[in-house]
C-alpha cells in the first residue's frame, strides 16, 4: 500500500484524489489530505509544510517518495497512466520535475484558471466544498 499525503486546498489536487479513489479498487493506497485536523498526530514524520510545497507519498517500507516520483508511483499502483514512467526518464525527469515545481508553486492560481475556484476547504470526505 501507498499512502499519498496532498493538499486538500486544492481543486485540482482534489480531482486527481477522486479519480484514484475511483480507480483504489483493491485498496492499493490511502489518500491523506495535509490539512486534516489530526494530521500532525497521525503522520508525525511528515513535515506538513513540505508536504504542502511537494506531494509526498509513503511506500510500505517506510520509503519516501516526493514530486512527480509520488505521483507516477500511485498512479501506477492503480493500473492507470503507464505513459507517466516516460516522465521518469533521465533527460526528461529533468524538465518534467521543475516543471512540476513550478506547477506546484502555483496550483492554487493554476485552479483558478483551470476550474474557477482557487482554494476548497474540503469536507470530511476529501471533497472540495464550493462554499
Given at each position: 500500500m501507498i499512502t499519498l499525503f496532498y493538499d486538500g486546498y486544492c481543486p485540482l489536487c482534489v480531482k486527481e484524489m477522486d479519480q484514484l479513489r475511483r480507480?483504489?479498487?483493491?485498496?492499493?493506497?490511502?489518500?491523506?489530505?495535509?490539512?486534516?485536523s489530526d494530521f500532525e498526530q497521525e503522520y508525525p514524520h511528515i513535515d506538513k509544510q513540505a508536504a504542502d510545497r511537494i506531494l509526498h507519498a509513503q511506500?510500505?517500507?517506510?520509503?519516501?517518495?516526493?514530486g512527480l516520483d509520488a505521483n507516477c508511483s500511485v498512479w501506477q499502483a492503480v493500473g492507470k497512466h503507464p505513459w507517466l514512467k516516460v516522465l521518469?526518464?533521465?533527460?526528461?525527469?529533468?524538465?518534467a520535475d521543475r516543471f512540476y515545481l513550478?506547477?506546484?508553486?502555483?496550483?492554487?492560481?493554476?485552479?483558478?484558471?483551470?476550474?474557477?475556484?482557487?482554494?476548497?476547504?474540503?469536507c470530511e470526505k476529501g471533497v472540495c466544498n464550493k462554499d
Open positions: 480507480y483504489n479498487n483493491k485498496n492499493q493506497l490511502k489518500l491523506v489530505d495535509i490539512h486534516q511506500l510500505e517500507d517506510g520509503t519516501l517518495l516526493l521518469r526518464w533521465p533527460i526528461i525527469r529533468w524538465f513550478l506547477f506546484a508553486k502555483h496550483r492554487y492560481t493554476i485552479s483558478r484558471w483551470l476550474t474557477g475556484q482557487e482554494r476548497c476547504e474540503p
